[in-house]
């Protein structure tokens, strides 16, 4: 009996050990090449789009820190021009919960996109996670405000 108890902890160590190694390698496909885009336009003009809100992350070497870049474009729609920007932070160092969220970020809208009809309409929400390198790129219009990309520019806006 035990020897058995003390099998299950040694067991129960390993699996926490094995959780703990790889929440360290999320998202090392990224780098300072082949970067990830986060791209939002809600849809404050209607058919002319409206503010946007994008979040870039890389590294600056192959197994560095991850880094994020964010910019927030606000849309005047009176003068229908481009939207001019507002807000921006430079090389904001994301840790594991943040890469978590950029983890959910992808995933929600993949669930989003597949889980709709597709009904043709002129205005509406506009997300978009892609690659530069072109390798996965998910975009959904219509689409909805998604909670897990706003949670993350929430907590990299505080930093």
Same mark, same amino acid.
């Given at each position: 009996?035990?020897?058995?108890?003390?099998?299950?902890?040694?067991?129960?160590?390993?699996?926490?050990?094995?959780?703990?190694?790889?929440?360290?390698?999320?998202?090392?496909?990224?780098?300072?090449?082949?970067?990830?885009?986060?791209?939002?336009?809600?849809?404050?003009?209607?058919?002319?789009?409206?503010?946007?809100?994008?979040?870039?992350?890389?590294?600056?070497?192959?197994?560095?820190?991850? #880094?994020? @870049?964010?910019?927030?474009?606000?849309?005047?729609?009176?003068?229908?021009?481009?939207?001019? =920007? %507002? $807000?921006? /932070?430079?090389?904001?160092?994301?840790?594991?919960?943040?890469?978590?969220?950029?983890?959910?970020?992808?995933?929600?809208?993949?669930?989003?996109?597949?889980?709709?009809?597709?009904?043709?309409?002129?205005?509406?929400?506009?997300?978009?996670?892609? #690659?530069? @390198?072109?390798?996965?790129?998910?975009?959904?219009?219509?689409?909805?405000?998604?909670?897990? =990309? %706003? $949670?993350? /520019?929430?907590?990299?806006?505080?930093?």
């Amino acid at each position: 009996m035990k020897n058995k108890f003390i099998i299950l902890i040694g067991i129960s160590f390993l699996l926490n050990g094995c959780k703990i190694q790889s929440k360290s390698n999320l998202l090392l496909y990224i780098n300072r090449v082949n970067q990830l885009e986060i791209l939002t336009v809600d849809d404050k003009c209607g058919e002319w789009g409206g503010n946007e809100k994008i979040l870039t992350i890389y590294r600056d070497n192959l197994k560095g820190q991850l #880094l994020a @870049d964010y910019i927030e474009k606000t849309k005047n729609c009176k003068n229908g021009k481009d939207p001019e =920007i %507002t $807000d921006s /932070i430079k090389r904001i160092k994301l840790n594991n919960e943040e890469s978590e969220l950029i983890l959910e970020s992808i995933n929600e809208l993949c669930e989003k996109k597949l889980s709709k009809e597709d009904i043709p309409i002129h205005s509406g929400i506009y997300n978009r996670i892609m #690659l530069r @390198d072109s390798t996965l790129m998910i975009s959904d219009f219509p689409s909805v405000e998604l909670k897990s =990309i %706003t $949670d993350l /520019i929430t907590k990299l806006k505080k930093k």
